[in-house]
């Protein structure tokens, strides 16, 4: 009896960890805290399919803001620890993946700590020739009457939706800043 409590006790750190090469937080998603964007505005750009081996993975930011504020917060867009890029306001921006299990992040960019806090997490398994569409909603809560707060959900999105997103949102092109 004792000999297989030691077993259980010994074996449950090892599958804590999960399997080898697998993010270890959905922080690890993220790309470098240091890395900050720059954006603009870029002409719409027909739908890419994916490249032959690959996925094809659409992010789409929808900033839900309260009536009479201004200003379109920025959110960066990782995978498996790399930023993607960034997008601002109503916006997307698209890029391939290789098949196999991928984790996305996304998180504000911001001077103000309610938006640069802000963070969300989702993970998919890619199929080479696939296209996936992922919603990043960061919504404005209070506003005229005093400070806001924001929420970030980030949340697959069926095909249909997501065409939709992507044909009514702004294409964004994005640089680091220097």
């Not at 504000?108 to 890619?126: D, H, W, Y």
């Not at 707060?149 to 702004?170: I, M, Q, R, W, Y």
Request: charged letters at 20%; aromatic letters at 8%; glycine letters at 10%.
């Amino acid at each position: 009896m004792k000999a297989i409590l030691v077993a259980i006790v010994l074996a449950v750190p090892a599958f804590a960890q999960g399997p080898a090469g697998s993010n270890p937080s959905p922080e690890a998603a993220c790309g470098p805290a240091t890395i900050q964007f720059d954006t603009q505005s870029a002409p719409k750009k027909a739908m890419d399919q994916p490249d032959v081996g690959k996925s094809q993975v659409y992010v789409i930011e929808v900033f839900d803001k309260v009536v009479g504020e201004i200003g379109h917060p920025t959110l960066r867009i990782g995978l498996d620890g790399a930023w993607m890029g960034a997008e601002k306001g109503s916006s997307y921006l698209a890029f391939s993946v290789d098949p196999g299990e991928h984790h996305l992040c996304a998180k504000g960019q911001s001077r103000l700590k309610r938006i640069s806090q802000q963070e969300a997490f989702t993970g998919f398994t890619a199929e080479a020739g696939k296209i996936y569409y992922f919603r990043a909603r960061l919504t404005e809560h209070g506003g005229s009457t005093g400070a806001s707060n924001f929420t970030l959900d980030f949340d697959p999105v069926n095909p249909d939706e997501g065409k939709h997103l992507v044909a009514s949102s702004d294409f964004v092109v994005s640089h680091p800043k220097n």
